[in-house]
């Protein structure tokens, strides 16, 4: 069996990077994303068909892609597409449903209490399978088999080392800068002592005027051996961000965007910063509330992964 995986860049992405071992045992697989330094690092090596990179709701943008959806699923005779969205999946879906070919959408563990844009278009066709993430958001419309977050446990760390290296970031891809974050972040990191070796990850942000050697997006694997090296990790309440740093054994400080800031479209960073935050994943604050005892907290944990999740047929 051929599987076409589709996500778009960022924390979509990241999901189903993880979830893929876990849904497609034995299946060869194709990919279609967009081209970024993150998938180019993480799909190295494997069969990745390119769509472009396009702002949120660029529906128009999304149809024309599927021609590139169409040609990947010719050239390769695919049997079945698995998507995280989140636009991009409706590229994918029209030539699937032409070709009849099974659909599985699987919503973003982002979506803690709602279902997203793209969600909402999958709940209006029939044929779709459609799973969320989190057993409490069951419908007759959503399924629940698997998450990106399981596995997941916190332990403390034992003699935790002062903060010398940290990462900040606010995401590597996206249309929305995080001022607040980089702010926040610089001044408690300011307020530690001695000089902190500090990544910083801004993504659309324009910090032009600070005395920052900064980068707007990093290859994964160069990110993830910066998370595992670094004594703290602040971030936005993204689920790529918050993947990576769990990922790299790090309890990250996570401040969730603010709509009424202009930094995203909705609320839903801020429902996952929520759930993360209760379960001891995340130490959650206010991106302006960001302190040298946030930090303190967050270093004396660490995140631990079971290493023998078991595949899921969907």
């Not at 942000?205 to 595992?228: F, G, I, K, N």
């Not at 969730?256 to 429902?271: L, T």
Request: proline share 6%; with cysteine; aromatic share 6%.
């Amino acid at each position: 069996m051929t599987t076409l995986l589709v996500a778009i860049s960022g924390g979509h992405l990241t999901q189903l990077t993880m979830l893929a071992p876990r849904v497609t045992d034995g299946d060869d697989v194709v990919w279609l994303t967009d081209d970024t330094a993150q998938s180019r690092s993480l799909l190295e090596g494997q069969t990745v068909y390119h769509v472009p990179t396009r702002p949120p709701r660029d529906y128009p943008g999304v149809m024309r892609d599927t021609g590139i959806a169409l040609q990947a699923m010719k050239d390769h005779r695919v049997d079945r597409v698995i998507s995280t969205g989140a636009q991009i999946a409706l590229s994918a879906l029209v030539p699937a449903s032409a070709r009849r070919l099974p659909f599985t959408y699987i919503e973003s563990a982002t979506r803690v209490t709602g279902i997203s844009a793209t969600g909402k278009v999958m709940e209006r066709v029939p044929w779709v399978d459609r799973y969320v993430q989190y057993p409490h958001a069951v419908n007759a419309r959503w399924r629940y088999a698997l998450s990106v977050f399981d596995g997941f446990r916190v332990e403390p760390v034992d003699d935790p080392a002062p903060i010398r290296r940290a990462v900040v970031t606010v995401g590597g891809n996206g249309d929305f800068g995080y001022r607040r974050l980089v702010d926040g972040a610089r001044a408690a990191l300011d307020d530690l002592d001695g000089d902190i070796d500090t990544l910083w990850q801004v993504g659309a942000t324009d910090v032009s005027d600070l005395p920052l050697e900064a980068v707007a997006s990093l290859p994964s694997s160069e990110l993830a051996t910066a998370l595992q090296r670094a004594d703290v990790v602040i971030g936005h309440a993204g689920t790529g961000t918050a993947l990576a740093a769990l990922s790299a054994g790090k309890v990250p400080v996570l401040a969730p965007r603010s709509v009424e800031h202009g930094e995203h479209v909705d609320a839903h960073q801020k429902d996952l910063a929520r759930f993360l935050g209760d379960r001891g994943l995340a130490v959650v604050c206010d991106a302006d509330s960001i302190r040298p005892s946030t930090l303190d907290t967050a270093r004396r944990w660490r995140a631990v992964r079971s290493d023998d999740l078991a595949a899921v047929p969907l």
